[in-house]
C-alpha cells in the first residue's frame, strides 16, 4: 500500500490532488506536481540508486563500489523520494520470487517514507533477456542481425519485457543500436551489425516487442560510442557530421519513430572534443527539438561525473551537473553522485537554474505517470509473484529458433551435414564451455562469474553435449585455453584430428567485463587474431589432413586469412545463447539447413583494419596501395544445404513489368515510390529458407557514397521446388543521405538497385532514373522498403 504520507500534501484543493487524477493526461498530471515539490523532493526523482535484492525477500541494500565513497544510509537516501532502482536483479544471484518481494518491500519503503509518497521507477539490463538469476539467456544482438528475422527479435523482446514485469521492473537498458564501425572493440558483440538499416530495422522490432509489454526501451548509446579511435572502449571518436548523420544517427531515428522507444541513454564518447553527456545540441537540438522525442534522456552509468574526471570539461561535481542538465540528460544514473548534495548546493547558490531540474522533473514525472506509477491503485507487488518464472520451456523455444536462423554457414565442400556412421572428433577450447555460448551481458558471465557457488542457476548444454547426443562416439579435446600461450594439450587434439574421418574444430571467446574476457565491455584487442594460442591449434589440425569443419563461437569476427583456407566448412555463430549448443549441432548434422546471413564482414587480413563493407570506392581494394581490404566474406553472405535460382528481376508499374536492361533505366520520382520484384526458385533437395537483399548502388553524387548499401530485405522460406516472387516497395527517401550544404537530400540522377545474395554477390541489377528536383528531407521521411512474397503457383520446370 501507499505510505499515509501520501496523502497529507496539504490543504485539499484542485491543485494538490490533480497529479493523483486519472482523468487528466500524464503530461497535466506532472504539471500540477511540479510546483508542489521542494527543491530536494525534485532532485531526489533525478538520481538512482545502485542495490541489490536481500535473498531473504525484506528489502533491497545499496550497492557499494570503487565509485561510490561513504554511500549514506538507506533511510537518507529515500527521506525525499527516489528516482530509480539500479538493477536490484542483475547484482547478485538472487532467487526471482525473493527478489520480487525484496523489491516491492523496498518500494513500499520509499512510498512510506517520501511526502508525496512516489514509488521507483526500476531498471535492468535486457540485452540476452532479463538479466536475472535463472532467467534465459537468449543469442547476442550480433546473432539477431545475422538471422535477419526482425519479426522473431520482436517476440522475443516481448517475452523479455513480460518477464521484467511481472518482477517488478519498468525499464530495460536495450537495445544497443550502435554501427559497427571497428571489430576490435569489446562491445561489438553487442551491436547489431555493420549496417545502418539493418540494425535499425532489428533494434525497432525489438523496441516495438519491449515497449508493447509496457517496459520503457532504453537505446543506447547516442551517439557515435561504436567508432572510437582503435576500438578503444570510452576513447575519443574521430568522426564528420555526414558519417554520423548517414552510419549512426538512422537506427535511433528507426527505433524512435517505428519502434516508439520512451528513454535514450547518451553515449559515453566525445565526437570532435565535445562529450555526448555535455553536447545540448544532441540531446536537445536534434533528439527533441528536431526529432521530437518527449520521453527521458538517462545518463550511462558514471557518464556525469566522467565529465569532470575523463573529459575535464568540468571544475567539479555541479559544474558536471549543470553541463549534463543543461545538455538534456534527465536522470543520473546508476547511483547518487553529482545529481545529489552537489546538485542541491549548486541551485541553492545560484549556481545551476532550477528551470533545468523543472524540466528534467517534468520528463521523469510523465513517464512515471504513463507507467502507472501514481496512480492511486497501483501496487508494490506484481500480481501471482509466487508463480514467477524467468526461464520456461517456451521462452527457451524462442531462444533455440532465434540460435537456429542465425548460425551462417561461410563454407562448405560438402562435409557438412555430417554424414551418418563417421569418426568425429570435436577439438577446441569452446566446445565444452557452456559460457562459451553467452554474451558479456548474459547473468551468468556479467554477474554470476563472481558467485561461482551459485552455480549457473540454468541449464546450459555445450556443443559438446549436444553434439554427443546427435553423433554417439563423438571424441573430444580441448586442445588449449581459450587464453594464455600454453601449448601441451594440442598435441592430443591433433591425434583425435588423426584418427577422425571428420574433425570439428571450435574455436572463439569467454565473454567478459574489462578484460575478464576476449569479448565485451572493455575487452577490446588490437588486432583481429584468434585469443590466445588458438591460431597454432587450428593450423595443426589443419595439418593432419582430415576434413575439417571450423566452428566460431565468438563476439566479433576474426580474420580468415589465407591459412584457414584448408578448412572443409566453416560456420560462423555470434553468442547463440543457452541453447546455442543444441543449434550448432543441428546445423552440423542437418537437422537444421543453416539460413543465417553475416551481420559483419569477415576480413581475411588481421590488421588491415578499420574497413565496413559500407564504404566508398577509395576504401575499396585500390592500384595505389598494397593494403587489400577486401574481406574473406562479405557482409550479407551465408550459404544453404540447399540451392536457389533468382531470376526475372524486374521493376512493376501500372503499364506492365518493365524488365531490367530492356531500355532506358525506369523513372523513379524523388518523391515517389518504386516497385521491383524478383523471382526465388529452391532448385535443390531439401526445403530452405534465402535471404533476399536489396542494395542500392548511387554511381555519382555530389558526396561520395558507398559502393552499396543495404535499403530492404527478405526471409523466404522454400519447400524444394517451390518459388516465389519476392517484391519490394521501395520509397526515394532510403536514397538520401547529406549533401554538401549539411542537410539530407534525395537527389536526383541514375541509380540502381541490386538484388544480392551478399553485399559482394549480386544476382540482378535493376537500373533506375530519380527523377524530379533535388529534395530535401528531414526526420519525417519514409525509412522503410516494404517486401513481401507471393508464392508462384506454376511447377518447377
Known amino acids: 500500500m501507499r505510505g499515509q504520507s501520501s496523502v497529507d500534501t496539504g490543504p485539499a484543493s484542485r491543485e494538490t490532488v490533480a497529479w493523483r487524477d486519472a482523468r487528466l493526461s500524464p503530461t497535466e498530471r506532472a504539471e500540477a506536481l ?107 544482438p550480433l546473432s539477431w542481425g545475422a538471422s535477419f528475422d526482425p519479426e522473431l527479435v520482436e517476440t522475443i523482446a516481448g517475452r523479455i519485457g513480460r518477464s521484467m514485469r511481472a518482477a517488478g521492473v519498468h525499464q530495460g537498458l536495450a537495445p544497443v543500436l550502435d554501427v559497427t564501425r571497428d571489430y576490435r572493440w569489446g562491445r561489438t558483440e553487442e551491436t547489431i551489425g555493420e549496417d545502418p538499416y539493418l540494425v535499425g530495422t532489428v533494434g525497432a522490432a525489438y523496441v516495438r516487442g519491449l515497449e508493447r509489454a509496457g517496459v520503457v526501451a532504453t537505446l543506447k548509446h547516442f551517439a557515435g560510442y561504436s567508432a572510437s579511435r582503435g576500438g578503444r572502449n570510452l576513447a575519443p571518436v574521430s568522426m564528420g557530421p555526414r558519417e554520423l548523420a548517414d552510419v549512426i544517427l538512422p537506427p535511433f531515428e528507426m527505433a524512435l519513430r517505428l519502434g516508439g522507444a520512451r528513454s535514450v541513454m547518451n553515449s559515453y564518447a566525445e565526437i570532435d572534443g565535445l562529450p555526448a553527456a555535455a553536447d545540448e545540441g544532441l540531446l536537445t537540438g536534434l533528439l527533441r527539438d528536431e526529432w521530437g522525442f518527449t520521453g527521458t534522456v538517462v545518463a550511462d552509468y558514471f557518464a556525469v561525473r566522467f565529465l569532470q574526471t575523463l573529459h575535464g570539461v568540468a571544475d567539479g561535481a555541479a559544474q558536471a551537473a549543470e553541463l549534463a542538465l543543461r545538455a538534456g540528460i534527465d536522470v543520473e544514473l546508476p ?3 553529482t545529481f545529489g548534495a552537489p546538485l542541491v548546493a549548486a541551485v541553492r547558490a545560484g549556481e545551476v537554474d532550477e528551470a533545468l531540474v523543472d524540466r528534467a522533473l517534468r520528463r521523469v514525472l510523465t513517464q512515471k505517470i504513463e507507467l502507472g506509477l501514481l496512480d492511486e491503485d497501483w501496487r508494490a507487488l506484481p500480481e501471482d509473484v509466487q508463480g514467477l518464472r524467468l526461464d520456461d520451456a517456451a521462452s527457451q523455444e524462442l531462444a533455440v529458433r532465434l540460435a537456429r536462423e542465425s548460425v551462417v554457414l561461410l563454407r562448405n565442400d560438402g562435409v557438412l551435414p555430417l554424414p551418418a556412421g563417421r569418426r568425429v572428433a570435436l577439438v577446441g577450447p569452446v566446445a565444452d564451455d557452456p559460457l562459451a555460448l553467452l554474451g558479456c551481458y548474459a547473468f551468468p558471465n556479467h ?171 577509395l576504401a575499396r581494394r585500390t592500384q595505389v596501395s598494397s593494403v587489400d581490404p577486401t574481406p574473406a566474406y562479405p557482409f550479407g553472405h551465408g550459404l544453404s544445404y540447399t540451392t536457389f535460382d533468382w531470376s526475372d528481376a524486374c521493376v512493376l508499374g501500372p503499364a506492365g513489368d518493365l524488365h531490367a536492361g530492356s531500355g532506358a533505366p525506369a523513372e523513379w520520382p524523388v518523391e515517389g515510390e518504386v516497385t521491383v520484384r524478383i523471382t526465388v526458385r529452391n532448385t535443390g533437395p531439401r526445403a530452405g529458407t534465402e535471404v533476399v537483399q536489396l542494395y542500392l548502388h548511387d554511381p555519382v553524387a555530389q558526396v561520395t557514397r558507398p559502393v552499396v548499401r543495404l535499403v530492404g530485405y527478405a526471409r523466404v522460406p522454400l519447400e524444394p521446388g517451390a518459388a516465389a516472387h519476392v517484391t519490394f516497395d521501395v520509397p526515394a527517401d532510403v536514397a538520401s543521405f547529406t549533401g554538401r550544404a549539411g542537410r539530407r537530400i534525395v537527389e536526383p540522377g541514375e541509380v540502381e538497385l541490386r538484388f544480392g545474395r551478399s553485399s559482394s554477390e549480386v544476382a540482378a541489377t535493376v537500373p533506375l532514373r530519380l527523377t524530379g528536383t533535388e529534395r530535401p528531407i528531414g526526420h519525417q521521411r519514409e525509412m522503410l522498403s516494404s517486401a513481401w512474397i507471393e508464392a508462384v503457383v506454376t511447377a518447377a520446370a
Open 447 to 617: 554477474v554470476g562469474v563472481q558467485h561461482p557457488e551459485h552455480g549457473l542457476g540454468l541449464d546450459i548444454p555445450s556443443l559438446r553435449d549436444e553434439l554427443t547426443r546427435l553423433v554417439p562416439g563423438v571424441v573430444h579435446e580441448a586442445g588449449c585455453a581459450i587464453t594464455g600461450e600454453d601449448t601441451a594439450g594440442i598435441a592430443a587434439a591433433v591425434t583425435a584430428a588423426t584418427d577422425a574421418d571428420v574433425c570439428v574444430l571450435a574455436l572463439g571467446d569467454r565473454a567478459g567485463m574489462f578484460g575478464r574476457g576476449t569479448s565485451g565491455e572493455g575487452c577490446d584487442v588490437s588486432d583481429l587474431r584468434l585469443p590466445g594460442v588458438q591460431a597454432d591449434l587450428a593450423r595443426a589440425v589443419l595439418a593432419t589432413g582430415t576434413p575439417v569443419v571450423l566452428v566460431l563461437m565468438a563476439g566479433r569476427p576474426y580474420a580468415l586469412g589465407s591459412e584457414f583456407d584448408a578448412a572443409a566448412a566453416i560456420v560462423q555463430a555470434f553468442f547463440l545463447g543457452q541453447r546455442g549448443g543444441q543449434a550448432l549441432a543441428e546445423v552440423l548434422t542437418g537437422a537444421v539447413n543453416p539460413s543465417g546471413r553475416l551481420p559483419v564482414s569477415v576480413p581475411r587480413d588481421a590488421g588491415g583494419l578499420p574497413a565496413t563493407y559500407l564504404s566508398p570506392p
Open 34 to 140: 511540479v510546483p508542489l515539490m521542494s527543491l530536494e523532493e525534485k532532485i531526489a526523482q533525478l538520481v538512482g540508486v545502485w542495490v541489490g535484492a536481500d535473498g531473504s525477500g525484506e528489502g533491497v541494500a545499496p550497492y557499494q563500489t570503487e565509485m561510490i565513497d561513504d554511500p549514506p544510509s538507506w533511510s537518507t537516501i529515500i527521506r525525499y523520494g527516489l528516482g530509480q532502482l539500479t538493477r536490484p536483479f542483475g547484482t547478485a544471484p538472487v532467487d526471482p520470487v525473493l527478489g520480487a518481494r525484496s523489491l516491492a518491500a523496498s518500494q513500499e519503503q520509499i512510498v512510506a517514507a517520501s511526502r508525496f509518497g512516489i514509488p521507483a521507477q526500476v531498471h535492468e539490463e535486457c540485452l540476452t533477456g532479463f538479466a536475472a538469476w535463472q532467467a534465459t539467456v537468449y543469442p547476442a
Open 335 to 337: 547511483t547518487v553522485d
